[in-house]
């Protein structure tokens, strides 16, 4: 990637000078992904900035191979994952903790729960489903469709093989299509 | 059906505000020597000023300010308004500060500082006594030791009881010159 290559070559200005490139080129996938993570845009925000002073301090200790060899923006998405969780923990009296448990199983789909998480989520119907969503379903369908990653990116930033991926998104989708009907049917 | 919904789950995605970047970066200026101050470099983020910095050399500054804030520096083309005046006139306390980084000692420490007028002096131990901590007197000397906006926080207004000049992150010799600068008499 060119980005990487300046940033092999560069001194500190140059370090520098790149990774302005590389807040323009990601802050969308970043902020989004953040955004449907947090679901408050302020927590968003500084969820995104987070991300990037990681990947900065970890970018420059990095060797030369270890920054070409990166594929920048699953290896981002991994920070934010990363920092998302470490968020969690430590602000664990959050409404957002339902949906961290890591092995936590598919929520109820009645519509009771469904409809009410939609009244509560000023994003609309659609982003209230999706929260209902099992975790690992629910950030592999952020991961492809809100963020729009390819499947082979979304295994590499969820640490999984493509298939795993692919069956989370897979699973996903098809949960969502039961709510958003479950809803419709209301 | 299929297609309806995963163009609604694109639809979700968004672009940060504008300005999203400001809250990565943080912006200098290099700003020239005004009577007793050499010349400095001004770091500052979108919270407020974060660093200054007397290095003759920008890849020194540079390297000085990654290593302690771990933040890309972008440069600016000029300084946040009132720093120039700030600086000459020894008047500062209204300006904002981002302190992020340094401790709640550490920050107490400095806001306290910060309220000493040009002119004017007050021992270590006033200093530590003012923010509720009297027996922290050494560990007053160490937070402003560390201070990252000397000049701007005053620092150099912090003296020994016995009104010596005392210690200086920048030599014992540029405090003295600071001092007499804003019309204190220092002690020998």
């Known amino acids: 990637m060119a980005i990487v290559e300046e940033l092999a070559v560069g001194g500190v200005d140059d370090f520098d000078h790149a990774f302005v490139d590389i807040v323009s080129d990601h802050q969308r996938a970043i902020y989004s992904g953040a955004r449907r993570l947090t679901r408050q845009n302020q927590d968003a925000e500084d969820l995104a900035a987070d991300t990037f002073l990681r990947a900065y301090a970890a970018l420059r200790h990095y060797s030369i191979e270890r920054r070409e060899s990166l594929n920048m923006r699953p290896w981002l998405i991994t920070i934010l994952l990363n920092q998302w969780r470490n ?69 590499e930033a969820m640490r999984c093989p493509p298939g795993t991926a692919k069956s989370h998104v897979s699973r996903g989708l098809q949960q969502l299509r039961a709510l958003s009907s479950e809803v419709s049917h209301d | 059906m299929t297609d309806s919904l995963l163009a609604d789950l694109a639809a979700l995605g968004a672009s940060p505000p504008a300005g999203f970047a400001d809250a990565v970066f943080a912006d200098y200026v290099q700003l020239d020597a005004v009577a007793a101050l050499p010349a400095v470099f001004v770091a500052f983020t979108d919270q407020g000023i974060c660093c200054v910095d007397p290095s003759r050399e920008e890849g020194e500054f540079l390297d000085r300010f990654h290593r302690r804030f771990g933040r890309p520096l972008r440069f600016a083309r000029r300084a946040p308004r009132g720093v120039v005046d700030a600086l000459r006139s020894g008047r500062s306390a209204a300006l904002r500060y981002d302190l992020r980084g340094l401790s709640e000692f550490e920050q107490a420490v400095l806001r306290k500082t910060l309220e000493i007028p040009r002119g004017e002096v007050r021992p270590y131990a006033w200093v530590a006594r003012e923010i509720g901590n009297p027996a922290a007197v050494r560990a007053t000397g160490s937070a402003l030791g560390r201070n990252p906006i000397p000049f701007l926080i005053p620092c150099h207004r912090v003296i020994r009881s016995d009104g010596t000049p005392g210690q200086y992150g920048f030599g014992p010799e540029l405090k003295k010159k600071l001092l007499t600068a804003e019309g204190y008499v220092t002690g020998v």
């Open chain 1, 87 to 155: 968020l969690c923990r430590s602000e664990s009296r959050r409404p957002f903790t339902t949906a961290m448990s890591p092995e936590h199983e598919p929520t109820d789909v009645a519509p009771g729960p469904a409809v009410s998480a939609e009244q509560s989520d000023p994003n609309g119907p659609l982003a209230a489903a999706l929260d209902q969503l099992p975790e690992r379903q629910r950030i592999a369908v952020i991961l492809r469709h809100v963020v729009g990653m390819s499947m082979e990116e979304v295994a």
